[in-house]
Structure formats: structure tokens, C-alpha cells
């Protein structure tokens, strides 16, 4: 019945491997966020899917990031060739909808914590 | 680009009022969120104001005055489990984030 469920909960890996995100939003959200949180700071958007409409890739820092959304549900982020500034907890949101000016509260996962070595 | 402020931390005690500011420069604007994030939790939705004025739900209020940009939470009634940090998150369909205020509620 659940919320957002992601999954590792926590991830260690040497630097320069590749790692990947598992996201499982709530049954009939159709837009589906990711975030990453560092020590410290706020949640910083990373990419955003909303239906089948292509995705909002603006928050992604590199090249090396990228996701995707299999059949309107699962989202996977993957991280290729981690570096160490990469280490955060990764966070997943869902809403009903997410069109500007929606007040569609996102409702969060409890995150991945990435550490790179 | 967003520019979004609130304080670092602030303490309390047990039974008084906490309020919390945030103030926003954003590109758009349709909605303030706040949300409370235990230390290793998940956000969890607390309040969202689009219109100017104060929005109340049991011990936590949340105003928003558009024109000067500006919203705090209101937090009354302090609990030790009101212990968290507080994000101020700006809908503009994606959420832009402060970086949250930590709130210690004291004995």
C-alpha cells in the first residue's frame, strides 16, 4: 500500500564503477521525480517524468547521469564511471500529476545513500 | 535561476512557537511547499500555499505573501518529536529546495 519504495537503501562502490537506482513510485502517480541530497544541503532536482511526455533532463550534472522509466512506472537512475563527489542519498518522488500549478503534494522514497570509495 | 533562503538552524523548548522564514527569488512561481525531513528520512509533506495568507493545520500554520516573496511555517505547541529540519520547496512543476532549517525542540 505503500509509498514510494527505492531500493538499495545503501550503495558502496569503488570509484569508476557503474551503479543504478531502483525507483518504485506509488500505484497511479504519473509524475515521477528524482533529487539528490549531499551532506548538509538541500535536495538538488535531478530529473523529472511526467506520463509519457519526454522527460526534463535539465537537473542532470553530466553526461555520466541519465534514467529512465519503463511503462509509465519503475524509474532506474543510472551512474556511469562514479566519481566521488557522487556520494549522497538519491531520493525518488511521485504525484498524482505534475503539471505547473499543481497541488499535488510529491511524496518522497526514503532514498538510496551512495558512497564512493 | 532560483535563489531560495532559510535560516541554518534554530532551537526551541518543549510547548513554545517556532516560526520559520523562507524567502524565494524564482524564474516561476505556482506554489509553496513545506516539508519536515528527520535525520535519514524521507521528506514529508506538511503544507502547500499558493494564494497569499496563512494556512492552518492543527499546530503547524504556513503563510505566503507573494508580492514580497516570502512564507514561513509556523510551528506551535513544540514537541521533542518536532526535532527535524524544515524545507521550503518552490513549485515551478519541478520542486526548487532551500537548504533547510534544522529545528532542535529543547526540554
Known amino acids: 500500500g505503500a509509498g514510494v519504495s527505492q531500493s538499495p537503501s545503501n550503495k558502496v562502490t569503488e570509484k569508476g564503477k557503474d551503479v543504478e537506482l531502483r525507483c518504485d513510485p506509488i500505484s497511479g502517480h504519473t509524475a515521477l521525480y528524482w533529487y539528490r541530497q549531499s551532506l548538509g544541503q538541500g535536495l538538488e532536482f535531478l530529473i523529472y517524468f511526467q506520463g509519457n511526455s519526454a522527460p526534463d533532463k535539465s537537473g542532470l550534472p553530466s553526461d555520466r547521469f541519465s534514467a529512465e522509466r519503463t511503462g509509465g512506472s519503475v524509474s532506474t537512475l543510472t551512474i556511469q564511471r562514479t566519481q566521488q563527489e557522487d556520494s549522497a542519498v538519491y531520493l525518488c518522488?511521485?504525484?498524482?500529476?505534475?503539471?505547473?500549478?499543481?497541488?499535488?503534494?510529491?511524496?518522497f522514497g526514503d532514498g538510496t545513500r551512495l558512497s564512493i570509495l | 535561476g532560483q535563489n531560495i533562503d532559510q535560516p541554518t538552524e534554530m532551537t526551541a523548548t518543549e510547548g513554545a512557537i517556532v516560526q520559520i522564514n523562507c524567502t524565494y527569488q524564482?524564474?516561476?512561481?505556482?506554489?509553496l511547499f513545506w516539508y519536515q525531513q528527520h535525520a535519514g528520512e524521507a521528506p514529508t509533506f506538511l503544507s502547500y500555499?499558493?494564494?497569499?495568507g496563512l494556512e492552518e493545520k492543527g499546530r503547524f500554520s504556513s503563510f505566503l505573501s507573494r508580492s514580497k516573496g516570502y512564507s514561513y511555517l509556523l510551528l506551535k505547541e513544540l514537541q521533542m518529536k518536532d526535532s527535524a529540519s524544515y524545507l521550503c520547496a518552490v513549485n515551478d512543476y519541478k520542486l526548487s529546495f532551500g537548504a533547510g532549517t534544522t529545528v532542535t525542540v529543547r526540554a
Open positions: 500555499n499558493v494564494l497569499d
Open positions: 524564482t524564474s516561476g512561481f505556482n506554489g
Open positions: 518522488a511521485s504525484s498524482l500529476e505534475g503539471a505547473a500549478g499543481s497541488n499535488q503534494p510529491q511524496h
